[in-house]
Nanobody, 126 residues
C-alpha cells in the first residue's frame, strides 16, 4: 500500500509559479516511479510528467515541456512539480500517482499507476 498526499496548490496569476509537493508513505519510495496528472473541469485526466524511481529520468507532456520540472527527494519521500510561466489553461486539479511496477519505462497512461493522491487545486487567473 502507498499513501500519497499533495500540497502546494493555490491561486496564481498568469506568468507566475507554483511548486506542488506529494508526500508518500507505505512502500519504499525509492523503489517506484512517480507521475503527475491533472484534470480540468469538463475534461479528461491528462498526463503531465513522470520521474523514474532513481530520479535519473524524466518524461513530460508537450504542454509541460520547458515550463514544468518534476523532481524527487527520496530521503524525504517526496516528489515535486515546479510549474513556471503558468497559463490559464493550466488550471486543474493536480494529482500525483505511483507506478509500482518498478520498470525503467516512464508511463503516461493513468491506468499504469496504482495509487493516487486526493489532488490539489491549481487556479491560474488571466
Amino acid at each position: 500500500q502507498v499513501q500519497l498526499v499533495e500540497s502546494g496548490g493555490g491561486l496564481v496569476q498568469a506568468g507566475g509559479s507554483l511548486r506542488l509537493s506529494c508526500a508518500a508513505s507505505g512502500r519504499t519510495f525509492s523503489s517506484y516511479n512517480m507521475g503527475w496528472f491533472r484534470q480540468a473541469p469538463g475534461k479528461e485526466r491528462e498526463f503531465v510528467a513522470a520521474i523514474r524511481w532513481s530520479g535519473g529520468a524524466t518524461y513530460y507532456a508537450d504542454s509541460a515541456k520547458g515550463r514544468f520540472t518534476i523532481s524527487r527527494d527520496n530521503a524525504k519521500n517526496t516528489v515535486y512539480l515546479q510549474m513556471n510561466s503558468l497559463k490559464a489553461e493550466d488550471t486543474a486539479v493536480y494529482y500525483c500517482a505511483a507506478d509500482l511496477s518498478g520498470g525503467l519505462v516512464l508511463r503516461s497512461i493513468g491506468r499504469a499507476y496504482g495509487y493516487w493522491g486526493q489532488g490539489t487545486q491549481v487556479t491560474v487567473s488571466s
